[in-house]
């Protein structure tokens, strides 16, 4: 009768559990308590699943930086193209992409500006116009075109540009 209404297999599992003989002892020692894996599981799952976000956060950061130096570097090229340091720069064998790759933004802007700036623009010009040597005694950017020409002849390592000029 107990077999026929399902209640046999509860009383058989209940007699198991409070009289257990030597077999079954031996049994629950070898094989884990799944129960107790359940929150290490859970942790584990949770663990990996911010790390795996913040490494996507931080991939997404990277990208967006190399983006913003990139454009930043394009502006800057643009801006250093319509001075007479691009010019100067280019006559002394300079590559103003490696240039301004190789120059740190703001001492860049800084040399930008000096060049706008310059008291000797007739100078400059005329000596730009008429192929002569460009008079770089009277330039702001002296320090700079010297040592950019220095990194181009020689080929340093690209931290020689971001030194800035001793005043």
């Known amino acids: ?3 026929q209404t399902g209640i046999a297999f509860p009383l058989i599992w209940i007699n198991a559990q409070c009289a257990p003989n030597a077999q079954h ?3 629950a020692q070898r094989e884990p308590d799944m129960q107790a894996l359940i ?3 859970l942790v584990s799952g949770v663990m990996l699943t911010v790390g795996v976000s913040f490494l996507s956060l931080l991939a997404l950061f990277y990208r967006d930086s190399l983006t913003h130096l990139h454009r930043q ?3 800057l090229l643009k801006r250093l193209r319509r001075t007479r340091l691009a010019e100067v720069l280019l006559r002394q064998g300079v590559a103003l992409e490696a240039y301004v790759r190789g120059t740190q933004a703001s001492l860049l802007k800084q040399q930008i ?4 700036h310059c008291p ?4 400059c010009s005329r000596s730009l116009r008429h192929a002569e040597p460009v008079p770089l005694a009277a330039c702001p950017n002296r320090e700079a075109i010297e040592r950019a020409t220095t990194r181009s002849s020689t080929q340093c390592s690209p931290a020689f540009f971001i030194q800035p000029a001793q005043q």
Not at 113 to 116: D, E, I, N, T, V
Not at 120 to 123: D, F, R, S, Y
């Open 1 to 3: 009768m107990l077999l």
């Open 39 to 41: 929150p290490f599981a």
């Open 120 to 123: 000797h623009v007739a100078e």
């Open 113 to 116: 500006r000096r060049c706008q």
């Open 73 to 75: 570097q394009r502006a």
């Open 25 to 27: 002892s031996e049994h």
